[in-house]
């Protein structure tokens, strides 16, 4: 009798420890392969980064005026962490993207999933918080799960590994997976016409709390950073969860979501009349008007159902097709060039104009000296007039200008062969 009780103990002991081997052989297994996943890295994207380490810190150095250096470099930074993110992702960056974004269970990921016609592929659904690496979807008849590694390799996820990098599965790991491995990408079977040139970024909802570590700070920080860098942005809501927008999602939205389309979509709207939804979709575009931040429209959706039942405005489906165009990624790296070099342009033109109307100024200083005093002022201004002179600035030497059309073109050089940009992008100096 005691025996067959220690016997069981010891069977549970054994079971439990070969479980808890079987997941650190899948998690070393899986470290493994994201260690391995290297390729070559692309040459104008290194190039890029030499500039901003090299010439641009040089040249920064050598024009002091402008005010706005931070800012500078902060775009300049910013435009180079996305440039390598393209190199490293061609296939994603085709796309334009749109990014989901909400509390955790608002159905984000059964949101997506309500468009994949494969039963094969799903995006993992709870009542717990389950996304914890982002994943990027994209339409594909080649359906496929990859993990994509921080130096840019991908390889093949099995969609049961795939099923158990929940947030719980994340944690037990003792590091932080998305360090290693920052998202998935999927293929996926898509409706066309709404999805072709579309990618869609599934983020980790931010909810305080929620039995996440770090109390949900980090993941507040990878959905607003990914939210950013998307071309549109789909706001999710549960009904279940109150269905209005709370004062830490209008802050959200205020922050990210402007100069880019935004769609609200209020979730699991089949467990509420059709009176409840209109109340509900309007006073969220209320709210929305009230903090002064545009909206597409807001659907009453069910995900379940896999149908719009209401909708305020731009119903779901027209704001999905308006936006199924191809992504142009290497148009607003441009634009963040030339708004840095526009800024030094500026700068230079304001301090050559500053110093010669300055030596005007000086030269009449002279004049005045001589009409009131005669030669005798004027010998005795002469060497306070050549410190004064001597005082003044050079003129931002033509060298300066010159430098900053080279770094200002070699940049763009770099941005339109990572990503392929065909047009002339404008690299014109203000004259
Ligand atoms: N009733 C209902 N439940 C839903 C609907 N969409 C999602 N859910 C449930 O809400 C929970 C959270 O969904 P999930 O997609 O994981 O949310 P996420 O954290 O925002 O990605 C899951 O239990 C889903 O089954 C819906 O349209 N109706
Ligand atoms: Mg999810």
């Given amino acids: ?86 190199a490293r992702f061609p296939d994603i960056h085709r796309h334009r993207m749109i990014c989901l974004a909400g509390g955790f269970s608002a159905g984000k990921s059964s949101f997506i999933n309500s468009f994949i016609d494969d039963p094969k592929i799903r995006l993992a659904e709870g009542v717990r918080p389950v996304t914890a690496i982002p994943s990027y979807v994209v339409a594909s008849d080649a359906p496929s799960i990859q993990a994509c590694s921080i130096n840019g390799g991908q390889f093949e996820l099995e969609p049961e590994l795939y099923s158990k990098l ?101 979730n699991k709207c089949e467990t509420k009349s059709e009176d409840d939804l209109v109340d509900l979709i309007e006073r969220i575009a209320d709210d929305l008007a009230g903090q002064g931040i ?46 840095v070099f526009d800024m030094y342009d500026a700068s230079l033109l304001r301090d050559t104009r500053r110093i010669s109307m300055q030596g005007k100024a000086l030269l009449n200083l002279a004049l005045e000296c001589y009409e009131v005093g005669g030669s005798d002022l004027r010998e005795k201004m002469k060497p306070t007039l050549a410190r004064l002179k001597n005082s003044l600035s050079a003129p931002p030497a033509p060298e300066l200008c010159r430098q900053s059309r080279e770094l200002r073109e070699k940049f763009i050089e770099c941005i339109m062969s990572v990503t392929g940009l065909q047009t002339s992008a404008s690299a014109e100096p203000l004259s």
């Fill in 1 to 86: 009798m005691l025996q067959d009780a220690a016997h069981e103990r010891v069977e549970g002991e054994l079971e439990e420890l070969a479980a808890k081997h079987e997941s650190t052989s899948t998690m070393y297994q899986l470290v493994a392969k994201l260690h391995d996943a290297k390729p070559e890295p692309h040459a104008s994207a290194v190039e890029f980064n030499r500039l901003l380490s090299d010439d641009y810190p040089r040249f920064a150095d050598a024009e002091s005026s402008l005010a706005e250096e931070a800012k500078a470099l902060m775009l300049l930074q910013s435009v180079g962490r996305e440039l390598e993110m393209i």
């Fill in 294 to 339: 545009d909206v597409a429209g807001v659907s009453a959706y069910s995900a379940i159902e896999q149908r719009e039942i209401e909708c305020h405005d731009e119903s779901l489906y027209a704001f999905l097709r308006k936006n199924n165009v191809p992504g142009d990624a290497g148009t607003a790296l441009v634009e963040r060039i030339n708004e």
């Fill in 166 to 266: 929940s947030h719980a599965f994340v944690q037990s790991m003792g590091f932080n997976l998305s360090d290693l491995m920052p998202f998935v990408f999927i293929g996926a079977r898509l409706n066309a016409e709404f999805f072709e040139h579309v990618c869609l970024i599934d983020t980790p909802g931010y909810n305080a709390g929620h039995g996440v570590a770090d109390g949900g700070v980090r993941d507040r920080q990878q959905a607003s950073s990914l939210a950013r860098q998307a071309d549109g942005l789909i706001w999710m809501i549960g009904v279940d969860a109150g269905g209005v927008l709370t004062a830490s999602d209008l802050e959200f939205l205020k922050e990210v979501g402007h100069k880019k389309p935004l769609y609200v979509v209020l």
